[in-house]
């Protein structure tokens, strides 16, 4: 595996269930990023991992719970989401946090919320 | 904060035409500047990167864009579209100031950009 790379990348889920999104960088980066991506609006930004510490949580509500237990995983664990969570969630990694670092994007979970 | 707008959600240009697409950001100090393009069931793709050093950048696939500081612009261009140009663009800023440890990247609503035989 090359690059960013995201499971699954379809999935369908109750309002009452629990599931995990999974990313994994083969990039050596040190850094992770959670975006959401919905129809007709632009990206947002969710949580960023620098090191495997949060530096981010951009008023994300608590029923998405990031994990990264090292550099090269980040995980979302989903519970209790309304329909309107419903998106493509991308992951990304940049070398270090610095602005002028270009992020690499994986392929995005299809998210659908019943 | 910094903020990316582009104007026109949607472009459409003939196959061999001339593609441009626009983008305008705002920011209290010297931005990086990307642009991405994403094709259908795939994430955002690197097209070029604006970093402070040459004004007029060149990406892949033929295309470039010029950053003018006086009119807070990123265009994007290339001199002949390719049916395979038809894609989702995106315009995004980023700066190394606000307050954050890291240079936060701010998307524009992107570009559907549309290559007619």
């Known amino acids: 595996e090359t690059g960013v790379t995201q499971t699954p990348r379809h999935l369908v889920m109750g309002m009452t269930n629990k599931k995990s999104l999974k990313c994994e960088q083969h990039?050596?980066?040190?850094?992770m990023y959670w975006y959401k991506q919905s129809a007709k609006k632009p990206l947002e930004l969710m949580f960023v991992y620098s090191l495997e510490e949060r530096v981010e949580n951009n008023s994300v509500p608590s029923r998405f719970s990031p994990e990264c237990p090292n550099s090269s995983h980040l995980f979302l664990h989903l519970h209790t989401l309304q329909p309107e969570d419903s998106a493509l969630y991308l992951c990304?990694?940049?070398?270090?946090?610095?602005?002028?670092?270009?992020?690499?994007f994986g392929p995005g979970t299809r998210l659908t919320v019943l | 904060a910094q903020s990316v707008t582009q104007l026109g959600s949607h472009v459409s240009v003939s196959e061999g035409a001339l593609v441009l697409l626009r983008c305008n950001y705002s920011?209290?100090?010297?931005?990086?500047l990307f642009w991405y393009v994403q094709y259908p069931n795939q994430g955002l793709q690197l097209l070029l990167k604006?970093?402070?050093?040459?004004?007029l950048v060149k990406g892949i696939n033929g295309f470039e864009a010029e950053f003018k500081k006086s009119e807070t612009s990123f265009h994007l261009t290339k001199p002949s579209a390719h049916m395979s140009d038809a894609a989702e663009y995106f315009c995004?800023?980023?700066?190394?100031?606000?307050?954050?440890?890291?240079?936060?990247?701010?998307f524009g609503q992107g570009t559907i950009l549309t290559v007619h035989p």
């Open positions: 990039l050596g980066h040190n850094a």
């Open positions: 604006y970093t402070s050093a040459a004004t």
């Open positions: 995004a800023v980023s700066v190394n100031a606000g307050g954050t440890s890291y240079g936060k990247l701010t």
């Open positions: 990304a990694s940049s070398l270090g946090t610095s602005g002028n670092n270009e992020q690499f």
């Open positions: 920011s209290s100090v010297p931005p990086y």
